[in-house]
Nanobody, 123 residues
Framework: VQLQASGGGLVQAGDSLRLSCTVS????????MGWFRQAPGQERQFVAT????????EYADSVKGRFTISRDNDKDTVYLQIFSLKPEDTGTYFC?????????????????WGQGTQVTVSS
């Protein structure tokens, strides 16, 4: 199973980014997906999750209204659209494939993880 995340970069505060994560070797269409992030010196934190068909989502309070998670089951890809980036959004963003079809904000409920894509927001 491979999760390939992309779309990160160095941006300015207020900019937007769209992160993508393509999954191979796994039954993507029946699996919940999640995004987590890790800032330097901090633990990995939940960002957003989406259930198997995109009908349910959940976000961390710190990103509600600015981040949107979506998925395309025909492309085995999950996206994270980020608007109005802030310096505190800086970190490595990881996508993860869930153990089940329903959403979860716990990292323990995710079975496979991507390598991460770096997002750096300058003020």
């Amino acid at each position: 199973v491979q999760l390939q995340a992309s779309g990160g970069g160095l941006v300015q505060a207020g900019d937007s980014l769209r992160l993508s994560c393509t999954v191979s070797g796994h039954t993507f269409s029946t699996t919940a997906m999640g995004w987590f992030r890790q800032a330097p010196g901090q633990e990995r934190q939940f960002v957003a999750t989406i259930n198997w068909n995109g009908g349910m989502t959940e976000y961390a309070d710190s990103v509600k209204g600015r981040f949107t998670i979506s998925r395309d089951n025909d492309k085995d890809t999950v996206y994270l659209q980020i608007f109005s980036l802030k310096p505190e959004d800086t970190g490595t963003y990881f996508c993860a494939a869930g153990r089940y079809s329903y959403i979860s904000n716990s990292s323990r409920m995710y079975e496979f993880w991507g390598q991460g894509t770096q997002v750096t927001v300058s003020s």
